[in-house]
């Protein structure tokens, strides 16, 4: 298994330009997550999806999009860049039923916005 | 809302000594915990869980220690080694919710 696999590993990206982040799993989970970590904030949820078709919204879900057309790939979309998207965007994923479970985490996306 | 918070952001130790990280909890009701450990540059990784029915759980070289009275739960390292540097973050959820708070983490430094 691959885990949590995590597109592009680095963007820079110039004021009001868009992109969009895909997230991967290929272990069946229903929960899918984006966070961003930034530097002594820890990790804050942006948007999750408890399945196929389902997105909510997190802590900090202005400025960003989500969709989970399929059950295995969540993506994260900026449709205008600002500076204060500068972060490190980690998606995750877990089991549900009878949980909760551990959080799987991928290898994040290092994202700068000049 | 739940708040989660490490006592020290920066722990150092000398590889071989036992160390302890601490977390503290602000909702009562929160009934499972996880310790995560990111190394740098890499996403978080499961250590250890503990749900809220259990006063500690072991693992390979870890142990947490959860103490619901005063909302505190600890991951202690045994033997400490310079693979271990890294930062650690616990999590908290609450009446099975599978929205996890995230404390702020603690920066293990090992010395060799």
């Known amino acids: 298994n691959a885990g949590v696999t995590q597109t592009p590993k680095f963007r820079v990206l110039k004021t009001g330009q868009s992109m969009t982040l895909l997230c991967a799993q290929d272990?069946?989970?229903?929960?899918m997550y984006w966070y961003r970590q930034d530097p002594g904030m820890g990790l804050r949820l942006i948007h999750y999806?408890?399945?196929?078709?389902?997105?909510a919204k997190g802590e900090v879900p202005d400025g960003y999009n989500v969709s989970r057309l399929k059950k295995q790939n969540f993506l994260l979309g900026l449709e205008s860049a600002a500076p204060s998207q500068t972060s490190v965007y980690f998606c995750?994923?877990?089991?549900?039923?009878?949980?909760?479970?551990?959080?799987?985490f991928g290898p994040g996306t290092r994202l700068t916005v000049t | 809302g739940e708040s989660v918070g490490l006592h020290l952001p920066t722990l150092s130790v000398q590889e071989g000594d036992n160390s302890i990280i601490n977390c503290a909890y602000s909702?009562?009701?929160?009934?499972?915990f996880i310790w995560y450990k990111q190394e740098s540059g890499k996403g978080p990784q499961f250590i250890i869980d503990?749900?809220?029915?259990?006063d500690k759980r072991q693992g390979q070289r870890v142990t947490v220690l959860l103490n619901k009275t005063v909302k505190h739960l600890s991951l202690q390292i045994a033997a400490t080694q310079p693979g271990d540097s890294a930062v650690y973050f616990c999590?908290?959820?609450?009446?099975?919710?599978?929205?996890?708070?995230f404390g702020r983490g603690t920066s293990l430094i090992v010395h060799p």
């Open positions: 995750a994923s877990t089991l549900s039923g009878g949980g909760p479970y551990e959080q799987y």
């Open positions: 503990i749900r809220s029915n259990m």
């Open positions: 999590a908290a959820t609450t009446g099975g919710s599978y929205i996890p708070t």
């Open positions: 999806s408890v399945g196929e078709g389902t997105t």
């Open positions: 909702n009562s009701a929160s009934d499972y």
């Open positions: 272990m069946n989970h229903e929960y």
